[in-house]
């Protein structure tokens, strides 16, 4: 069994992860202005959650707002 330690070391990991990789998407997508798990819509053809990981939601400089699908 893993002690209190370990899973607090665990977790600490995955927050640093999520971070980079936020930090990441803002380097190559400097305007994204968030990260969903959402279902987006794209015309007839609706993206759900159990097809892509998270969609990033990026702002287009005429304000337009649009959902990226992200896969794993």
Do not use: C
Not at 1 to 30: C, H, W, Y
């Amino acid at each position: 069994m893993a002690s209190l330690g370990e899973i607090l070391a665990t977790l600490q990991n995955g927050v640093s992860a999520v971070r980079d990789l936020k930090s990441a998407l803002n380097n190559v997508f400097p305007q994204a202005t968030a990260v969903s798990t959402t279902a987006a819509t794209a015309g007839t053809v609706t993206f759900t959650s159990s097809q892509a990981t998270a969609f990033l939601t990026v702002e287009t400089s005429s304000g337009g707002l649009y959902k990226v699908p992200l896969y794993s």
